[in-house]
């Protein structure tokens, strides 16, 4: 069979099964609790809401106790996961340096298959959620998404030796990713509905098998394993595995190392502000003065998704005639005037407008991830885009807590409050890699003086 070095169906197939089968995990919990908690089961009444909002009804009280108990248990049964996903994500994506990309990719895909598996087999034989912990933590110790990130980013660094080209292949996979995911918040809803639980869990178990046939039988290996994998096992082999990260740092120079740690707070900075005000987007849009109902807050999902593709179109012509600097500085003002034209969204066409200046917020990540893959060595992108994974989930997790907590203290007097906050810590990201233009172009206006001194003591 022939093998292709095609990484990106493999992030398709990947993002669209966990995303549509996330929700339908966090709803399958909710109505499980809530049969524990009332004796009786929650009933689709086509897009009626279920919800009750007079407080003196004794569903009311039940509501919120399934409420608080269903949020408690999926926070748990996320951490379960995410701590040891965290730790295998540093060892086998820097593993992949010398014994090959494919590790890194094919464990995550097993992990989300036998945690789609936990909840297919809670469904059909009605396990008690207990069991989900076990799926959950099996999972994590096979790597988790932040490892399959951290896997796919490397293979096409691996692959993409070009600047230019570097650029659009990275904002192409984050592409993929985005839009999976938005394709796959829609499809999550019509799945429960027309479906159930059962088989809005089996759906993504089928695609997940498929995805692991691909992997095996079609996707090409991108590194040459090492005559060192023989001895994996030893102590040094074993040290190797832990080393990864730690050498990326140790044994690079001081300028090499300051621009890595620049680009890694410029990334982490903007993913913060970005990511934090973008989860909110439903809340906002559920609360007056918009009210939207599920149907619109689908095609506002729908319209998000364009941003990932106008990001990666802007990606693909502005690489040809700007510095990566300029270009994250595009995206960066994309975003701003986005998110500030949201806090001030009163209507259901200006809500639905303020994708159109946020449709280039997406490039400075991509870029962020290019510029440090072009400053570490070959042998060395695994390690980086481990440190970049674990640190993407750690930001991730935090700013859903910090943002959410600010916008619980401000919604009774400013809804959009977080949005502008959103845009302020922008000037983080800014500011940073600001600096690295500065140093870029000090580095080469004392090259250029040293040149010319040398040029006239040869003349004279």
């Keep these: 069979m022939k093998q292709l070095k095609l990484v990106e169906p493999v992030m398709a197939v990947y993002c669209f099964a966990s995303f549509a089968s996330y929700p339908a995990m966090q709803q399958y ?62 060892i086998l994506v820097s593993y992949g340096d010398r014994h090959g990309r494919k590790a890194s990719i094919l464990l995550p895909t097993i992990g989300a298959l036998l945690s789609v598996i936990g909840y297919g087999l809670a469904a059909f034989l009605d396990l008690p959620l207990g069991v989900l912990y076990v799926s959950s933590v099996l999972s994590g110790f096979l790597g988790g998404f932040a490892t399959l990130i951290g896997g796919c980013f490397s293979y096409v660094a691996d692959l993409a030796k070009d600047v230019q080209q570097k650029n659009v292949r990275i904002a192409f996979i984050d592409m993929v990713l985005g839009v999976s995911m938005g394709v796959a918040g829609i499809t999550s809803g019509y799945m429960i509905e027309g479906l159930g639980f059962k088989w809005a869990f089996g759906i993504p178990g089928i695609l997940h098998i498929v995805n692991l046939f691909y992997i095996i039988f079609i996707l090409e290996e991108t590194v040459k394993r090492s005559e060192f994998q023989q001895n994996l096992l030893s102590t040094d082999g074993f040290k190797e595995l832990f080393s990864g990260v730690f050498l990326l740092f140790k044994d690079a120079s001081c300028n090499k190392r300051v621009t890595v740690i620049l680009l890694l707070f410029a990334f982490m900075s903007y993913l913060f502000a970005d990511f934090g005000a973008a989860t909110l987007f439903t809340l906002f849009e559920l609360d007056s003065p918009l009210c939207w109902h599920p149907v619109l807050i689908g095609w506002g999902s729908a319209l998000s998704t364009f941003c990932y593709v106008g990001s990666f179109l802007g990606v693909y012509l502005f690489t040809r005639c700007l510095k990566d600097e300029y270009i994250v500085f595009i995206g960066i003002a994309s975003w701003m ?119 006239t003591e040869v003349e004279t």
């Design 29 to 90: 919990i909710y109505h499980r609790l809530w049969q524990d908690e009332t004796n009786s089961t929650i009933i689709f009444n086509g897009t009626v809401s279920n919800c009750e909002t007079n407080q003196s009804n004794p569903y009311f009280i039940h509501q919120k106790e399934v409420q608080k108990r269903a949020s408690i248990f999926t926070t748990t049964l996320d951490l379960s996961s995410l701590i040891p996903s965290l730790l295998m994500a540093l």
């Design 337 to 455: 005037a986005g998110i500030i034209l949201a806090a001030f969204a009163t209507t259901t066409v200006a809500m639905m407008l303020v994708r159109v200046p946020l449709l280039l917020s997406g490039m400075p990540l991509p870029i962020l991830r290019s510029m440090m893959s072009k400053v570490v060595l070959e042998d060395e992108q695994g390690a980086l885009f481990a440190c970049i994974a674990c640190l993407e989930s750690l930001t991730g997790t935090l700013t859903i807590a910090v943002f959410n907590i600010i916008y619980s203290a401000t919604v009774l007097w400013f809804p959009g409050f977080c949005f502008l906050l959103s845009a302020a810590l922008c000037i983080i990201p800014f500011t940073a890699v600001w600096i690295l233009l500065c140093r870029g172009r000090q580095e080469r206006d004392h090259v250029l003086l040293v040149n010319d001194d040398f040029s």
